[in-house]
């Protein structure tokens, strides 16, 4: 049984969580570079969401992650990337949640870097919880949110 110095288990498994990498995600890159006048202004939004007191992603946020990843592909220069990392009113209540609010960002942020063929900046923010004391308000809390606003070349047949 796992245990810490306090002979709390759940504390013990969790603090492995924290320090456990993400996969890679897969390799990618932006396209190639437009004239401005050319290009198009695009904002992509995504919410991942988590399990309660759990800083790492399950398989459903990396399958979300890569599909971002696939739209970005399209873009030619990212303007900003904001995560902002968010807990429950639950987890709001222990030492940890500012913690666990950013490690959550922060675990995104490392599989969008890691098939990058680039460096980017990545702004990380931390979020009070927003949503009510319902076990749906509670779900909805416990996320991390991405909004990416990059360039892309504009669609030859789209009207002006």
């Given amino acids: 049984m796992l245990s810490n110095c306090d002979g709390e288990p759940w504390t013990a498994a969790l603090l492995r969580l924290y ?3 993400v996969p890679h995600a897969p390799a990618w890159r932006l396209a190639p570079v437009v004239p401005r006048e050319a290009s198009e202004q695009v904002r992509y939004e995504l919410d991942v969401f988590f399990d309660h007191q759990v800083p790492y992603p399950s398989a459903t946020v990396f399958e979300k992650l890569d599909g971002l990843l696939m739209r970005l592909k399209s873009t030619h220069s990212l303007l900003s990337i904001r995560i902002t990392g968010s ?3 639950i987890e709001r209540q222990q030492k940890i949640a500012s913690t666990l609010a950013t490690t959550r960002a922060a675990r995104v942020q490392d599989y969008l870097r890691s098939g990058a063929g680039t460096e980017f900046p990545i ?5 009070e919880p927003t949503h009510g004391e319902t076990p749906e308000g509670r779900a909805l809390d416990r996320v991390a949110r991405i909004s990416v606003v990059a360039l892309r070349a504009k669609d030859p047949g789209a009207r002006q």
């Fill in 123 to 127: 702004e990380l923010i931390v979020a």
């Fill in 19 to 21: 320090r456990m990498p």
């Fill in 87 to 89: 807990v429950d009113q």
